[in-house]
T-cell receptor, first 113, second 110 residues
């Protein structure tokens, strides 16, 4: 069964450094998402992406965050200058179309020191 | 603020019993409803989707939706120890972003 794949599985970074989290969505999916889950808390929406542009973003997704789909397969989340509070699991998800279920990747655990 | 509420649990049921998980949501305009299972340290895994009032069955799982009461539930029949996980209710409104509840932790004991 097709899967959403995310790399790396774990990223450790010093505060203030830039990180790029990578995702390969399922190939025929058109809508892409990033969510995060701080340890012990609920899964929170960050951003949605469709037709090569951001369709919605949350209050969390400030100027330090950006997303890109640089080629036909990868979907990346960049955090420009990481803070301690960015430590969380980051999940990429994709869906075929409006209102369809979203399928999640295994996540990247981001640890900021 | 659109909210999704779940009892955090744990809900403990014996093996073979029916587990009943509940969720309420605040936005009356919510359109799509999903149940995800999340094992500790893992990603959400889709269990069920439901879009209209009534019941939807898939194997041992039944999702129930009541839009008038803003309530969605998940029944797991013949519960197995491998069903022990956190069950996340997620809802969409006028956009496709998922709004998650905090999840209910289910423990199935032998």
């Amino acid at each position: 069964e097709p899967e959403v794949t995310q790399t790396p599985s774990h990223q450790v970074t010093q505060m203030g450094q830039e990180v790029i989290l990578r995702c390969v969505p399922i190939s025929n999916h058109l809508y892409f998402y990033w969510y995060r889950q701080i340890l012990g808390q609920k899964v929170e929406f960050l951003v949605s992406f469709y037709n090569n542009e951001i369709s919605e973003k949350s209050e969390i997704f400030d100027d330090q965050f950006s997303v890109e789909r640089p080629d036909g397969s990868n979907f990346t989340l960049k955090i420009r200058s990481t803070k301690l509070e960015d430590s969380a699991m980051y999940f990429c998800a994709s869906q075929t179309g409006h209102n369809q279920p979203q399928h999640f990747g295994d996540g990247t655990r981001l640890s900021i020191l | 603020q659109k909210e999704v509420e779940q009892n955090s649990g744990p809900l403990s049921v014996p093996e073979g019993a029916i587990a009943s998980l509940n969720c309420t949501y605040s936005d009356r305009g919510s359109q799509s409803f999903f149940w995800y299972r999340q094992y500790s340290g893992k990603s959400p895994e889709l269990i069920m989707s439901i879009y209209s009032n009534g019941d939807k069955e898939d194997g041992r799982f039944t999702a129930q939706l009541n839009k008038a009461s803003q309530y969605v539930s998940l029944l797991i029949r013949d519960s197995q120890p491998s069903d022990s996980a956190t069950y996340l209710c997620a809802v969409t409104s006028n956009t496709d972003k998922l709004i998650f509840g905090t999840g209910t932790r289910l423990q199935v004991f032998p």
